[in-house]
């Protein structure tokens, strides 16, 4: 196993501390893969993705100097790599959007057991939630698991908040549409 | 929230997405950044920065201006955002003066050839060996006796890159298709130059030139953004010429030389997605 993956976040902001290069390393073999994630499940794009990671180490060795984390490594890093993703989306606003039609809902035959019902429901979930276009996603997963309101979310995207409020009945309409087999289970 | 639309929110609890990107090379990736990010002080040539940095490097912008010591009168010109103009010089030099530039130059043609700038210009030079033609623009001097060159204060320094002939910029010999940068610091930096004065008319020549120095050149002449996702791609070279072209032609040369997908974000900012070195 990677040691620098086994460091606490004490461990590893002890070591920036005396030695920026040591800790940077570590640091970043450790959290990379979460930082990537959390802009991954935002932008659904894993090119952008690492990109923009990269970006969240770089702003914290540029100011390695001045740096100050008082809360935990982790939660700096996630919230960190939120808002470069927020930026992200607020600089490249997609004003006339490439498609916003709702595509099709995909084949697909509900496993019978409960248990590959469960595996089923996440992979359905996650299958319809990235098909949504792109200004549609973007809404309904800022909305849903980043917890931003409608009115930030209308502010970052540059859009009215009436807009999101129709991009995220959009998405849940066709969610519906497609779990409809695990909803008529109940 | 109406019943149903609540199940489905909770459902939608089951989305499931992880990223496992190859944290070795993505850490190699990330030092060659640093590498980068640590050499803005040291400005190479095109200025093989980060997107964002290299936009605030190519503000033009001019540092101090020398005293006049001329008893020949000087006459001032500037130039607006946007705006280039053209420019005859009593001894029959001509300048092009960039946007947001000013040049100082002699009022009548005589043994004093001094020009002062704060920007950037291109100049092309009459010949007159008896009097040398100075400029005086941040910490350099250049003297010529007739050649054409352009000239750019940077936020650090001040470039010069010769088309014809030769100039000499504090002492040092700058001959054609070379370009010299010196630092603030009086640090000198030679390499070579490439599309010297192409602000101008927009005649580009690259010709096995990496993507991420045709961008950076693009960037600055059309004041546009180009975002290119791919960052394999920043090393690949390309040959091509753009005469005069649109941005948007431009990019669609690029877009099919790389086979990316070309984003057009708004006039100022495009994204070059995927694609491959051909």
């Known amino acids: 196993m990677n040691p620098d993956l086994s460091k606490t976040d004490q461990e590893i902001l002890e070591a920036f501390g005396k030695n920026h290069d040591q800790g940077m390393e570590m640091m970043f073999k450790k959290y990379f893969a979460l930082v990537s994630t959390v802009v991954y499940r935002i932008l659904n794009d894993s090119e952008i993705a690492e990109d923009l990671a990269q970006e969240v180490f770089l702003s914290v060795w540029k100011n390695r100097e001045t740096i100050n984390i008082n809360s935990s490594l982790k939660s700096y890093l996630v919230r960190a790599a939120r808002n470069k993703t927020l930026n992200y989306i607020r600089d490249n606003k997609v004003k006339t959007s490439v498609s916003e039609e709702m595509p099709d809902l995909p084949d697909f035959t509900p496993g019978i057991e409960k248990e590959i019902a469960g595996k089923d429901l996440r992979k359905k979930v996650s299958q319809l939630i990235d098909m949504l276009p792109e200004r549609c996603r973007y809404t309904f997963v800022l909305s849903r698991f980043e917890n931003l309101t409608y009115k930030e979310i209308a502010k970052e995207m540059g859009i009215s908040e009436k807009t999101v409020e129709n991009q995220i009945s959009k998405a849940l309409q066709f969610l519906r549409k497609g779990l409809a087999n695990f909803l008529d289970d109940k | 929230m109406e019943n149903i639309n609540k199940k489905v929110w909770d459902l939608a609890e089951n989305y499931q997405k992880e990223l496992s990107p190859d944290v070795d090379k993505a850490w190699t990736e990330f030092n060659k950044r640093r590498e980068v990010e640590n050499e803005g002080k040291v400005v190479k040539r095109n200025f093989l920065l980060p997107l964002g940095i290299a936009a605030s490097l190519m503000l033009l912008v001019g540092f101090f201006f020398f005293n006049s010591s001329t008893q020949n009168s000087m006459e001032t010109i500037h130039t607006a955002a946007n705006q280039i103009e053209k420019l005859g010089l009593p001894d029959g030099s001509e300048v092009w003066l960039n946007e947001n530039t000013t040049v100082s130059h002699f009022a009548v043609n005589g043994s004093d050839r001094t020009v002062e700038l704060q920007g950037e210009a291109f100049f092309e030079v009459e010949k007159d060996e008896n009097n040398p033609f100075i400029i005086k623009t941040g910490g350099a001097v250049i003297e010529v006796l007739g050649t054409a060159f352009n000239v750019k204060n940077v936020k650090n320094g001040v470039e010069v890159e010769v088309r014809n002939g030769i100039v000499r910029v504090n002492g040092n010999k700058v001959k054609a298709g070379e370009q ?48 290119v996702r791919n960052l394999k791609l920043n090393d690949c070279s390309f040959t091509t010429e753009f005469h ?35």
């Open chain 2, 180 to 227: 010299i940068f010196i630092s603030n610091s009086g640090s000198i930096e030679k390499n070579k130059g490439s599309n010297i004065g192409g602000w101008i008319n927009k005649e580009l020549n690259f010709d096995k030139v990496p993507l991420s120095e045709i961008i950076n050149e693009i960037e600055e002449i059309y004041k546009v953004k180009v975002a």
């Open chain 2, 244 to 278: 005069d072209e649109s941005i948007e032609n431009i990019l669609e040369i690029l877009k099919v030389g790389f086979g990316c997908e070309l984003k057009k974000i708004n006039n100022e900012s495009f994204v070059l997605k995927g694609g491959s070195c051909r």
